[in-house]
């Protein structure tokens, strides 16, 4: 007669759910804490330390909840994940230490680093965008420069005429009395015929599409210094 010997298997009932919650204990985390770093729900957490398997969704569902797990708390997801394949635990001769990262746990800040710098950088972006816009904001609602050289404001004059000479910011446009003038590469200069009496010459220097600068000259043209001789 054969004999058969029954080699009996170490029960996995608690083994992957007790080492789990003890990996989660060293880590320093609480349910509440893994399940905002895992985006798993709490119930789910405790269901995986209590080898609850039927209280969680489906198979799929919890191969990706056992790595997301094993991930934060130091072990390696993959092994997790095959060991649950085989008994829905550990295999009777798995050791703690066989289920281990290969890095150090410490890798895991280093995994998450390029989240950091995908941030810098587009925090860096973000400053030079706003910056330019805050540049052209300025640009577009400072009004240009101007200054008018001659004639000096509150001229008196026995000429019928008085040279106007000034400079502004290139792209300007420049009018005197509301009439355009010429002007090359930021200066201007042009001739202007006078009234007897007082003139008032109003030089604005516009902006395309942005705002004004008026400069006013008062000249005064003297008729009676001509009369007299």
């Known amino acids: ?3 058969f010997s029954i080699k009996k298997v170490k029960s996995v009932t608690g083994d992957l759910g007790e080492l789990l919650q003890k990996k989660r204990q060293e880590a320093g985390f609480s349910l509440h804490q893994l399940s905002r770093r895992t985006l798993i729900a709490e119930r789910y957490l405790e269901a995986i330390e209590c080898e609850e398997w039927n209280r969680l969704p489906g198979e799929v569902y919890i191969k990706n909840f056992l790595k997301r797990y094993a991930f934060e708390v130091g072990l390696d997801p993959i092994r997790v994940e095959n060991s649950y ?3 829905g635990g550990w295999e009777n001769d798995v050791s703690v230490k066989s289920l281990q990262k290969t890095l150090p746990l410490s890798s895991t800040h280093f995994m998450i680093l390029p989240k ?3 941030n810098f950088f587009i925090g860096c972006v973000l400053c030079i965008l706003f910056g330019y816009l805050g540049w052209q904001a300025k640009m577009y609602f400072t009004p240009p420069e101007l200054n008018i050289y001659t ?5 008196i004059t026995s000429e019928p005429n008085v040279l106007l000479q000034g400079s502004t910011d290139p792209e300007i446009e420049v009018k005197v009395n509301d009439v355009l003038i010429s002007v090359n590469e930021g200066n201007f200069e042009e001739e202007l015929d006078l009234q007897p009496g007082l003139n008032i010459l109003k030089v604005t220097a516009t902006k395309k599409h942005g705002p004004t600068i008026e400069v006013y000259r008062r000249v005064m043209w003297r008729t009676d210094e001509i009369s007299n001789n």
């Open 116 to 118: 950091y710098i995908r």
């Open 151 to 155: 004639p000096i404001d509150n001229l």
């Open 1 to 3: 007669m054969v004999s």
């Open 85 to 87: 394949k085989r008994f």
